[in-house]
């Protein structure tokens, strides 16, 4: 063989060897990613402000504490579920589909009796629960028996609580999978009542009496009123709505709707908002119609905003552009869209 046949071969070989290596590094590393999760488990990579129950609640259709005590197990090095971070892996078991029952019976979850499981990892749509799946900064809460605590991410919430945000605090609580409300920092609220879940009986209630709010609520196919946000002065009923209330220091407060609609009445004079009172059943969400001077009822519609003054006193309502600058919008649009799978998605 020539010396250009053998300088051929010296440049070739080489070459070869070294995409081989690679090819076998490569291999090596998909297999050690294939074994990392075990048969009956999937793998996810934690993305910003993702929390246990937010992917519990995606996964499964609820969170339990016993599924982040599960998780713990299956992660070694999960130590506090409480503390996941971006880029960090987890392994969530499949979830296990309910067995089919002659009478369903809905889960209600109530304090110190979460609703039972005959697997931690069921997939359960019709329990009716209330989970901080986001907090940032501080939030205390207040519970049934007057008793005072700071409020943890993943934590279980029930009708008859109260929230209150600091003035660097923020959370977001998603409902019966099918409403999220959020609290902005300094903000108050009492959570009134819950829709019982699979039943479709009564509605959600949730009333504050300072600070912001930010709801996002399932569409259904009906125009049903299954949540309502109840101001000092007025009660806002929603459907299929995205929308933001306030309420200013001396308790006149607006609502702005960025999608849907929302019927913004006045509240009756014996009204305090976050006093528990009996849910009435489901009802369409009324059109405009004539009212006396005791009485108001608007129909606010999507990019418009009507302000209510501390008597509980109505303007006309007004269109609006949405602030691109306002960080609290942008923060709960972002936020709308990573929880879209929950709350848009089909079950």
Not at 122 to 134: A, F, P
Not at 176 to 186: K, M
Request: hydrophobic share 40%; aromatic share 6%; proline share 5%.
């Amino acid at each position: 063989m020539g010396s250009r046949g053998m300088s051929f071969l010296a440049g070739f070989r080489p070459i070869k060897l070294f995409d081989a290596c690679m090819m076998a590094v490569g291999i090596l590393c998909m297999s050690a990613t294939v074994a990392d999760v075990a048969p009956g488990y999937q793998a996810r990579i934690i993305k910003p402000g993702e929390t246990i129950s937010l992917l519990c609640i995606e996964l499964y259709g609820h969170y339990a504490p016993s599924m982040g005590a599960a998780l713990q197990k299956a992660n070694p090095t999960l130590t506090d579920i409480n503390k996941i971070t971006p880029g960090q892996k987890i392994l969530f078991k499949d979830p296990v589909q309910a067995p089919v029952k002659a009478h369903p019976t809905p889960g209600v979850s109530t304090p110190g009796n979460p609703p039972e499981e005959s697997s931690v990892f069921e997939k359960q749509l019709t329990i009716t629960q209330g989970v901080v799946t986001y907090l940032e900064g501080e939030a205390t809460i207040v519970d049934t028996h007057g008793k005072k605590a700071s409020l943890k991410v993943n934590a279980l919430v029930y009708p008859g609580d109260i929230i209150q945000t600091s003035k660097s605090g923020r959370v977001e609580i998603i409902i019966n999978r099918e409403t999220v409300v959020r609290i902005r920092e300094n903000t108050k609220t009492s959570l009134v009542a819950f829709r019982t879940n699979g039943i479709d009986k009564g509605a959600t209630r949730v009333g504050f009496s300072s600070g912001s709010v930010w709801t996002k609520m399932k569409k259904f196919a009906d125009r049903v009123t299954r949540f309502q946000l109840e101001l000092p002065t007025a009660i806002a009923g929603v459907h299929g709505t995205v929308y933001n209330a306030t309420i200013n220091r001396d308790s006149s407060s607006a609502v702005s709707v960025y999608e849907g609609e929302v019927a913004v009445q006045n509240a009756p004079e014996t009204y305090e908002s976050g006093q528990v009172l009996e849910v009435a059943a489901p009802a369409e969400v009324a059109g405009p119609h004539e009212v006396s001077l005791d009485e108001w009822v608007y129909i606010i519609k999507a990019m418009q905003t009507i302000a209510i003054d501390k008597h509980g006193v109505a303007k006309n309502p007004e269109t609006f552009t949405k602030n691109e600058n306002d960080s609290w919008v942008a923060f709960n649009e972002e936020r709308d869209r990573q929880v879209s799978a929950i709350i848009d998605g089909k079950e």
